[in-house]
């Protein structure tokens, strides 16, 4: 893909999806869309975040194919991903600390459930950063919530 289609201006290598490397072998889009399809039908039915991300989220499909093109992004490094995930979790201004656990403890098993052990662990070690990243900003001190 071409800088120019990727969101154009800034080099890839400045930008907040540089490209990545595949993450590991054994992962496909496949299993990427079976996570992100699963995941989310967790979430919205779980009684604390189901009502934060409906409240938010009126067009679920829509959500989904961008989150499928996070993880393709992440996972298989092909960019197709230009969102902004920061600023729009800071200004999530009912999500507290805990809700980070939450919705961890759904991404796991689910995670166990759509990839090969060993890539099943660097999925989840990939979520645990981005989530200690996103509380940290958040939470943290670090110029987020007061
Ligand atoms: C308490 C935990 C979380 C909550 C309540 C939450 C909620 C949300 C909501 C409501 C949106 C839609 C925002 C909007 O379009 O205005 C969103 C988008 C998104 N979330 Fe989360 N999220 C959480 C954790 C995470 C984590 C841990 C990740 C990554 C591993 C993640 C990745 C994303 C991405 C990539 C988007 C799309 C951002 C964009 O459009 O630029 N979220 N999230």
Redesign the pocket.
Known sequence: MSDAQNGGGQPKSTGPDAMRPVAHESITEQQISNLVETFYDKVWADER?GP??SG??ADKPA?LA??KD?WSTMLLGTGR?N???MP??V??SE?VDG??A???GLFRPVAHEAFAPEAAQIVIR??EQ??QT?RHVMFGGMGGRP
Do not use: E, Q, S
């Open positions: 975040l934060i991300f938010r989220i959500h961008k989150m996070f991903f969102g902004r995930p729009k979790h200004a999530l999500v809700d980070f939450i919705w961890l990939t979520a981005i989530a996103f």
